[in-house]
């Protein structure tokens, strides 16, 4: 069994390297990302594999599903004892918001992947207290994740 040691980390600064990461491949996908207050000091008590995993999946999906020339939008607020992340795009909308974070499920087949990333980001939420929720239109899909402050 492997421990999964947590750690204070300022999502924002976390969260920016992210981008900072993957911002080539979304250029090339056409893609560009909108980050909205990222510079706040928003701690939470997090093992940094399991963040890593979830912000990860976040935005490799994120330039996989959104729509040519669109912006995706990231942004952090603080709710009361809670960070709130979320990642928006325009793309086509999730038929079945509840079957997306079931193994091996995909609904879109042409695209690269093996259908497990959003399964494994349900069950380190799961594990960790995070809650997750994922909206789906014509207009927009958003997946938020609500992360316990630090100290709370």
């Known amino acids: 069994q ?3 040691p947590k750690m204070a ?12 990461f993957f ?40 330039i ?6 669109e912006n995706v939008t990231i942004t ?3 709710e009361g004892a809670f960070v709130d992340m979320s990642a928006s795009s325009r793309s086509k909308e999730i038929k079945d918001t509840n079957k997306i974070f079931e193994a091996y499920y995909r609904e879109e087949e042409h695209i690269e992947g093996f259908g497990i990333g959003l399964r494994l980001v349900r069950t ?5 207290g995070v809650k997750i929720s994922l909206d789906s ?15 709370e």
Do not use: H, W
């Open 137 to 151: 239109n014509n207009e927009e899909t958003t997946f938020k994740y609500r992360f316990q402050m630090m100290g």
């Open 64 to 69: 996989k599903y959104t729509l040519p020339n």
């Open 23 to 62: 911002s080539e491949v979304a250029e090339l996908s056409k893609i560009r990302f909108d980050a909205i207050a990222l510079t706040e000091n928003l701690y939470i008590y997090f093992n940094e594999t399991k963040l890593q995993r979830i912000i990860d999946n976040t935005i490799t999906n994120a």
């Open 124 to 128: 380190i939420c799961d594990e960790e």
């Open 76 to 78: 952090l607020t603080q």
């Open 2 to 4: 492997v421990v999964y």
């Open 9 to 20: 980390i300022n999502l924002g600064e976390f969260l920016t390297s992210s981008l900072d």
